[in-house]
């Protein structure tokens, strides 16, 4: 069963930070490449952070230096830290797994940052 679970979202004044996390099952962590994503109100799904299974990091140019993806192998969980958070960043934030053997994309339930003073 293909599960990716995030975690870790809320709401944040401006310049503050979250961390969110997501627990993806075994089965899909050790071949995909992970990814998060963000979706705002009226705005189409973006592309936040990629790492690879190498731990080969990727940032949209919005978010470099100000966010850091990462993942764990041992437990089987992707994180993404956010810092200096502004109110554009405010979006439900997906967690994505690409495989890396096949075409095939998995997506987890979203969960909702908002960055409001």
């Known amino acids: 069963q293909v599960q990716l679970v995030e975690s870790g979202g809320g709401l944040v004044q401006p310049g503050g930070s979250l961390k969110l996390s997501c627990a993806a099952s075994?089965?899909?962590?050790?071949?995909?490449?992970m990814a998060w994503y963000r979706q705002a109100p009226g705005k189409e799904r973006e592309l936040v952070a990629t790492?690879?299974?190498?731990?080969?990091?990727n940032y949209a140019d919005s978010v470099k230096g100000r966010f850091t993806i990462s993942r764990e192998y041992a437990t089987t969980t992707v994180y993404l830290q956010m810092n200096s958070l502004q109110p554009e960043d405010t979006a439900v934030y997906y967690c994505n797994a690409r495989r890396f053997d096949v075409s095939i994309n998995y997506w987890g339930q979203g969960t909702q940052v908002t960055v409001s003073s």
């Open positions: 790492i690879l299974y190498s731990g080969s990091t």
């Open positions: 075994a089965n899909i962590f050790s071949i995909s490449n």
